[in-house]
């Protein structure tokens, strides 16, 4: 797109930046390009290019300022250019969680994270959010027999299985329902969670963030698509997160059983999800590195079914029928 770089660029220099020069910082599954803005003297800020026929910035910027205002280390925006889809936004670096989790470093890099999260759930405006809904939460859902089953797999499922999927997304649908609504940033895992030295955790990709579950971050982070860690280890994270959430009085009447029943269904619901927007990106956009990723996603919705008989069945479809198509 030498267009949009060169637009980039006259806009930059009406910043009144020092002599800079570019570098690619990263992409993401959307049409958002980063760069790295390097001045002479090493310092570095990040310039999002989001194309305005593609991406619209006021989300970003709208929930950013609701995510600051929190508490949480979100990136300061330094100079915007709405019409022409350009932020230019603090540098928090280049080492997201996932590179930097392992058995030595999770559980510090995680309490930082779950301290993060709290403050979001805690202190973060909900006030005219999108609600994560009825039909939002069918709508994510429906990508997984769309994109994943049918698009990439070819699998056609009888009518038994359809009403499998049917009745799962109804339980599920209730379950996200019946739980108390907080801030959600709706991609609360590693790779949007950057190590940074003060006020770690830095959050990025917060734009979608919608008014829903209390437990929906909290899978994201604990029951990630990009690493996984034993079940009962997870437990334990949900266990102690649940006494700060309660004491905080976000989880309602709910006892710890209760809650890490929601924690369950809710991960499904996520995990369906997150296996058709894969598919989808490498059907639609090209993007093939995230099926690699699938297995893994699926992996846990057969989890789940080993211990929720509600769905049983689901996981039994999965294990029999996807899984081993992949």
């Known amino acids: 797109m030498p267009d949009r770089m060169q637009q980039l660029e006259r806009w930059l220099d009406s910043c009144c930046l020092p002599p800079y020069r570019l570098e690619p910082a990263s992409s993401d599954a959307s049409f958002r390009r980063y760069f790295r803005v390097v001045m ?18 006021r989300p970003f910027v709208t929930v950013a300022a ?28 280049s080492e997201a969680y996932l590179a930097a989790l392992d058995e030595d470093s999770v559980d510090a890099l995680y309490g930082d994270a779950l301290d993060q999260l709290l403050c979001l759930q805690r202190d973060a405006s909900i006030e005219g959010l999108p609600s994560y809904n009825r039909a939002l939460l069918l709508r994510e859902m429906r990508l997984f027999p769309d994109w994943l089953v049918d698009s990439h797999l070819g699998l056609a499922l009888g009518e038994r299985e359809q009403q499998v999927l049917s009745s799962a997304f109804e339980a599920l649908i209730a379950n996200a329902l019946a739980q108390p609504v907080v801030f959600v940033h709706r991609d609360f895992h590693s790779r949007n969670l950057m190590v940074v030295p003060q006020r770690n955790p830095g959050v990025i990709d ?58 369950d269904l809710m991960g499904v619901q996520r995990h369906l999800k997150a296996a058709g927007i894969f598919a989808r990106l490498c059907h639609r956009d090209g993007k093939r590195g995230y099926l690699a990723d699938v297995p893994r996603t699926l992996r846990y919705v057969v989890e789940v079914g080993q211990r929720r008989d509600q769905m049983a069945p689901l996981a039994e479809l999965i294990a029999t029928r996807v899984l081993p198509a992949l």
Not at 40 to 57: H, L, N, R, S, Y
Not at 214 to 236: E, N, Q
Not at 238 to 248: E, I, K, L, N, P
């Open 40 to 57: 002479a003297d090493g310092t570095t800020q990040i310039a999002m290019d989001a194309p305005p026929d593609k991406e619209d910035c």
């Open 66 to 93: 609701r995510m600051a205002a929190a508490g949480l280390h979100v990136p300061e925006i330094h100079a915007q250019n709405i019409e022409e889809g350009f932020l230019l936004l603090e540098d928090l670096g």
């Open 206 to 263: 917060f734009q979608d963030a919608v008014a829903g579950p209390v437990t929906y971050d909290l899978v994201s982070l604990l029951r990630d698509c990009y690493v996984r860690w034993p079940m009962a280890r997870v437990d334990a994270w949900v266990a102690r997160y649940y006494r700060r959430a309660a004491s905080a009085g976000l989880v309602g009447d709910a006892e710890p059983q209760a809650f890490l029943a929601w924690f």
